[in-house]
C-alpha cells in the first residue's frame, strides 16, 4: 500500500539558510499535517491543511511558512534556520470526514533536519 | 487546552513479560480519539490502535489490549508476551473531533526496552 513521502530523507543546512520539505500524502487522503521532533522529545504539531486551506495552527515559528498545492502535496518552507531547529520533521496524512470524523493520522518516515 | 501524560519514562523487561503502558489524559471535549503509536529505533511513527472517547469497550488484537476508562481519563496499552522487536517508544496521543484537521497532541512518550 502506498505510504506518505517525505523528501528529502535528510538535510544538512548552515544556520540563517532556507530549507524546504516536502510531503506527498497518501492517495486520496485530503489532509496533510506537520510535526516537528526535537531529540528524546515527543512530536510537536506544527500546522495542518484541509482541502489545501490550512486548519489548524500550533507552535509554528514566524520564520516557518507552509502549503498545500492543488495535487494535495505539501511544502514546509524554513528561513533563518537556527540550531534549535534541528529536529526530525514529520508529514502525516488522513482522510477527513465533514462530519467530524477523526481517521488516523498515517505518518511518513520523517525529514531529519541538522542545523550547523 | 489538551494534555497527555504518560508518566513511565522507560521500561525494561525481559522477552514474554507483559508489558503495560500507562497513559492519562486531560480534555475539555465531550467527543475525542486516543491513540497509541510506536516509534522504533529507525525513527518512523508507526500507528498502533484508536479508540473513540464513546467507546469504552476494551479489546484485544493479536498481543496488544488497550484498556481506556473515561472515569479516570485513562487509556493504557498492554502488549502481551513481549519480543525483542517490540523494543521501541510508545506515544499515546489525544485528537479532539473537529470537521477536519485533527492534531494529535502526543505524551512524552516511554521507552520499552525488551532484553532476550
Known amino acids: 500500500a502506498a505510504g506518505v513521502i517525505q523528501s528529502p530523507r535528510h538535510l544538512i543546512k548552515e544556520k540563517r539558510e532556507t530549507a524546504t520539505l516536502k510531503c506527498y500524502p497518501i492517495?486520496?487522503?485530503?489532509?496533510v499535517y506537520w510535526y516537528q521532533q526535537g531529540p528524546g522529545q515527543d512530536p510537536q504539531f506544527l500546522i495542518s491543511?484541509?482541502?489545501?486551506?490550512?486548519?489548524d495552527k500550533g507552535s509554528i515559528p514566524d520564520r516557518f511558512s507552509a502549503q498545500q498545492f492543488s495535487d494535495y502535496h505539501s511544502e514546509l518552507n524554513m528561513s533563518s534556520l537556527e540550531l534549535g531547529d534541528s529536529a526530525l520533521y514529520f508529514c502525516?496524512?488522513?482522510?477527513?470526514?465533514?462530519?467530524?470524523?477523526?481517521?488516523?493520522?498515517?505518518f511518513g518516515p520523517g525529514t531529519r533536519l541538522t542545523v550547523l | 487546552a489538551q494534555k497527555v501524560t504518560q508518566a513511565q519514562t522507560e521500561i525494561s523487561v525481559v522477552e514474554k513479560e507483559d508489558v503495560t503502558l500507562d497513559c492519562v489524559y486531560e480534555t475539555r471535549d465531550t467527543t475525542y480519539y486516543l491513540f497509541w503509536y510506536k516509534q522504533p529505533p529507525s525513527g518512523e511513527l508507526v500507528f498502533l490502535i484508536r479508540?473513540?472517547?464513546?467507546?469504552?469497550q476494551n479489546e484485544i488484537s493479536g498481543r496488544y489490549s488497550w484498556n481506556f476508562q473515561k472515569s479516570t481519563s485513562s487509556f493504557n496499552f498492554t502488549i502481551t508476551a513481549s519480543q525483542v522487536v517490540d523494543s521501541a517508544v510508545y506515544f499515546c496521543?489525544?485528537?479532539?473531533?473537529?470537521?477536519?484537521?485533527?492534531?494529535?497532541?502526543f505524551g512524552g512518550g516511554t521507552r520499552v526496552l525488551v532484553k532476550p
Open positions: 492517495p486520496r487522503h485530503d489532509t
Open positions: 491543511f484541509y482541502e489545501k486551506m490550512q486548519s
Open positions: 502525516a496524512s488522513s482522510l477527513n470526514l465533514r462530519t467530524g470524523s477523526s481517521d488516523e493520522q498515517f
Open positions: 496521543a489525544l485528537s479532539e473531533a473537529r470537521a477536519a484537521g485533527n492534531k494529535l497532541t
Open positions: 479508540r473513540n472517547s464513546f467507546d469504552e
